[in-house]
């Protein structure tokens, strides 16, 4: 299973008042995970923008674990939870330097045409570029139960 993984540096700007990353701020990385994922499959947004479809978000969860704070590097990871014809749940963590876990969590999204906003399937050959990405929690679950000793 392959990840999209990058750094990303807190700024001033991403801070709040009470001195953390403000929530907003993980949403705006989520979305820079997604653009680098559709980049990296060779789906680029404005490619398949101008093929007339468009990725629509339907759902985001985020859990804080441990805030963020100004100067930190953070480490970003994501991967497909779930792949179904028109729509994907993408998971994303979110590391402190020292490997503390920041933050995790989801989106559903779907893609859609943009003359209709009617989900878009995505053909075979689309499916097969995120193929590489898609790691199932279920799967992992289910493998760790078949090791493990009673």
């Known amino acids: 299973m392959q990840k999209i993984s990058f750094e990303l540096e807190v700024y001033s700007f991403h801070i ?3 001195g953390h990353v403000n929530n907003t701020v993980y949403i705006q990385w989520m979305e820079i995970g997604r653009t680098k994922l559709l980049e990296a499959v060779g789906m680029p947004t404005q490619d398949i923008f101008q093929q007339g479809f468009a990725p629509v978000l339907v759902q985001t969860n985020i859990t804080y ?19 179904k014809n028109a729509s994907a749940i993408m998971q994303f963590q979110f590391y402190k330097e020292q490997g503390t876990l920041a933050a995790e969590g989801w989106q559903k999204g779907l893609f859609v045409d943009t003359q209709t906003m ?6 075979p050959e689309e499916r097969c570029l995120f193929a590489p990405y898609v790691h199932s929690t279920v799967d992992t679950q289910l493998a760790h139960s078949l090791v493990e000793v009673p």
């Open 16 to 18: 709040d008042f009470i």
């Open 65 to 83: 674990k441990s805030p963020l704070y100004l100067g930190d590097r953070v480490r970003m990871e994501m991967w497909l939870s779930e792949l």
């Open 118 to 123: 009617r989900p878009r399937r995505l053909r």
